[in-house]
């Protein structure tokens, strides 16, 4: 059985986008919201609501339970001084939650996650399988003889 942990993860990822396009559907206000205070505009991509979903996803496959907090941190970065030409050293800062928080919100409607009590999103069975298909598809598709045996 193909896992998630078999695939190259931008593949894998790639694949779960395509299948989220007809579950989850992008908010309106995505156009014009920032993924956080590191960045200085929108997405530019067409699906990235979707390519973002599909992350989320498999970060909660792999790292849940898991909170909005820590998934923030980990779509963050470094943040330069009060504007790029600033001579002030850079920090790291979080992400956007209201995006992350979004996704997983819609994800859990679609029954691929579910809340832990305490503890953050966990990933299901439906979501676990929703995640394993996708794989199995992605190393059919895949033309890599190191992978060879997993088929």
Known sequence: MVTIYDVPADALIDEVAGRLEDRIEQPDWMAFAKTGQTRELPPQQ??????RGASLLRKVAMNGPIGVDRLSTEYGGLKRGSNRYSVAGAHSDTGSKKVIRKLLQQLEDEGLIETAKGEGRRITAEGSSFLDNAASDVLAELDRPELERYA
């Open 46 to 51: 067409d699906n990235f609501w979707f390519i």
